[in-house]
């Protein structure tokens, strides 16, 4: 007997390190349905990094009437997500501690029909505005527009309420009702809480005091292996995006998902801010917005709210060491039943595996059957390169009768710049095909076609070889759909994706790129970058005034300012609100960037002719440089953020560069 334990010693003992045999369970709860708002967590769960310290987690989707809060502080969840309300939910008693900040922007806005040209024209009006959105009772409360004269109705989460005209107004984040808006084509205006000057965090993980003082191990494995996994979301759009339209949310397309991707990422400003940051400054300046309006006390103190994720903590290591002890008793039981069951289990899999292997053979198969229901049905000789069949559903599509289709060769039905290109690939598919490789595979094409009055097209060809049992012949059958619709809010997505839609300046997506290409070129060439953080003082007054209509044009005259004072190789871009970035590519030194600022500052100082108004404002500026005060675009920002917050402190309207009072 002892033999045996000692061949088996070995395995014992990596048995009772594999955190496998000692996982704590606990619960997050999410404050919304799944989605890739939460895509962080997913990635943490798939990829193991929960798995890896210790952990089990069980990912909880909310209800419309969830409020995360109260799951964590009655112990239901141990983790929750959340809005920069837990400021007010701490000034309320309740022991709640942020641990790390997601999304450096809050993607909350209010969508309205087009015939509300202003916040004061949503009161009378039928709005739904859902929970823990108090930035936004923040916004509606500096506007001057009482809940009570709106006609508040529970919030369904649907955006097809609004344009179908059951509602006026819907709250909602940036990242969801625009998808269905543009695929409805439904006009709509946006009121944003930024352009009152509310600029808060979005989706902060939080927990409560009990569970930190009794489980500090816990809560800082939990929190590391949640950042990284927004890390991997961030690297891995396209396969997260996969892992939640297979094993989280059957209500949204894969095509939302990467609309909501698009949208989402931007706000973590992952190529600026370290995915986590929390800005001290940046939570006093959020406490004094809610003082403002009498929601918070005057200098609430952040005292025990905001988490250090610096400080050591080795309790994990003697629980470790107890839990291993306690397990050795059962570890011989537990290879055993191991051993057996993965016995059992390969003989599963292998058994599931031709299973899945039929079944991928028939899906290929009947996959044109179900296709061929619809849309254009064709057959093609890939050596004549003619249809020897087309169906008369082609008539509909391209305007040529299936007789004219079949009379002319494939070049005909194509744009020249397709026709070449598309032969080269049938030569190519076919050689592959005669190989006996791969014989059922299916090819999927975009193709842009002519159509008899002179227009062109957009289809989907879905295609795949046979040969002809009667005359041994190859052919291409195939069916071809219109995704001119889908193209086209492709298109608009993509531009909305890229550029600030009022000031036509880049967003932060192609900020992000365009720094990392100059940071690139920087480090090639021991040169110098210089970003800016700017922010327009004054702003919210004359918003609040003159109204959002003046506040508008005067953003639109204040960013062809700025690009007046930069170089084509340099970057404007708007972040949100009266917030932007400057990237100065290359600088001499930090005088060289100094002088940029103070040019733009200048240009910002003079009037702005607003016709009836003749309107004054002034900016704050914060400088980092590459590589003095930062070796990435995270260092950067988040220097340059400083700077700016130094400049406001300072009686606004100046120049401050990093490090320099």
Not at 196 to 221: C, S
Not at 273 to 296: C, F, K, Q, S, V
Not at 320 to 330: C, G, M, N, S, W
Not at 454 to 463: L, P, Q
Request: charged share 25%; hydrophobic share 40%; aromatic share 10%.
């Amino acid at each position: 007997m002892m033999q045996v334990f000692l061949r088996w010693l070995p395995l014992l003992a990596c048995l009772m390190a594999s955190p496998a045999f000692a996982l704590e369970k606990v619960t997050l709860q999410l404050k919304w349905t799944h989605a890739f708002q939460f895509a962080g967590y997913y990635a943490a769960q798939q990829q193991g990094y929960y798995r890896d310290a210790g952990l089990e987690v069980n990912i909880v989707e909310a209800a419309p009437d969830t409020d995360p809060v109260r799951e964590v502080l009655e112990g239901k969840a141990q983790f929750g997500v959340g809005t920069s309300s837990l400021l007010l939910e701490r000034a309320a008693g309740k022991p709640v501690v942020a641990l790390a900040v997601i999304f450096q922007q809050s993607p909350y806005v209010i969508y309205a029909r087009t015939d509300i040209r202003s916040p004061n024209d949503l009161k009378g009006r039928r709005m739904m505005l859902e929970p823990q959105s108090d930035e936004l009772l923040a916004y509606l409360k500096k506007e001057n527009i009482p809940l009570e004269s709106l006609e508040q109705i529970a919030h369904s989460f649907d955006p097809q309420d609004m344009i179908h005209g059951r509602i006026d107004a819907i709250s909602g984040y940036i990242s969801n009702q625009p998808y269905y808006f543009a695929q409805a084509r439904f006009p709509y205006q946006t009121f944003s809480p930024r352009s009152a000057g509310i600029d808060f965090y979005g989706d902060n993980l939080f927990t409560a005091e009990a569970e930190l003082k009794d489980r500090p191990e816990r809560v800082k494995a939990f929190r590391a292996a949640s950042l990284r996994g927004w890390q991997y979301a961030k690297e891995h759009r396209d396969e997260v995006i996969g892992l939640i339209a297979s094993r989280y949310s059957k209500q949204h397309t894969r095509d939302y998902l990467r609309f909501e991707s698009d949208q989402m990422i931007p706000l973590l400003q992952p190529n600026l801010i370290e995915i986590g940051y929390m800005n001290p400054n940046r939570w006093r300046h959020i406490a004094d917005t809610y003082a403002d309006i009498g929601l918070l006390p005057r200098n609430f103190s952040l005292q025990g709210f905001l988490y250090d994720a610096s400080k050591p903590d080795l309790t994990w290591f003697y629980r470790a060491l107890l839990v291993a002890l306690l397990l050795t008793a059962l570890i011989g039981a537990v290879a055993l039943y191991i051993l057996r069951i993965n016995r059992r289990l390969q003989r599963s899999l292998s058994e599931l595996s031709a299973a899945q292997q039929a079944l991928a053979k028939s899906e290929k198969h009947y996959r044109l059957l179900v296709e061929n229901m619809r849309d254009v049905v064709w057959i093609l000789d890939p050596n004549t390169l003619r249809f020897r069949y087309v169906s008369p559903s082609v008539e509909r599509l391209r305007g040529y009768s299936a007789e004219e289709v079949m009379r002319e060769p494939l070049d005909t039905g194509l744009t020249p710049e397709y026709a070449a290109t598309m032969k080269r690939q049938i030569q190519l598919n076919m050689a592959e095909f005669l190989s006996g490789n791969d014989p059922d595979k299916v090819y999927v094409e975009e193709i842009r076609q002519p159509r008899k009055d002179g227009s062109s097209v957009w289809t989907e060809a879905i295609a795949r070889f046979y040969r002809n049992e009667e005359t041994g012949q190859v052919e291409i059958h195939g069916v071809t759909r219109d995704i001119s619709e889908r193209k086209a809010a492709q298109e608009e997505i993509q531009h909305m994706a890229m550029h600030d839609l009022l000031t036509g300046l880049p967003n932060r997506m192609l900020l992000n790129d365009r720094l990392q290409q100059a940071l690139v070129a920087a480090r090639r060439d021991e040169g110098r970058v210089a970003l800016m953080f700017l922010d327009l003082d004054k702003f919210k007054q004359i918003n609040d005034t003159l109204g959002h209509d003046v506040g508008d044009q005067l953003l639109q005259q204040a960013a062809a300012r700025m690009q007046e004072c930069v170089r084509e190789s340099d970057t404007v871009a708007r972040i949100g609100g009266d917030e932007f970035i400057v990237l100065l590519r290359a600088v001499v030194d930090a005088h060289d960037a100094m002088v940029v600022a103070e040019k733009i500052r200048a240009a910002l100082n003079r009037p702005f002719e607003l016709m009836p108004h003749k309107l004054a404002i002034s900016c704050s500026i914060g400088i980092a440089l590459y590589p003095e005060h930062g070796n990435d675009g995270i260092e950067l920002s988040k220097h340059a953020d400083i700077a700016m917050y130094q400049a406001k402190e300072h009686g606004r309207d100046n120049v401050r560069l990093f490090g320099h009072e």
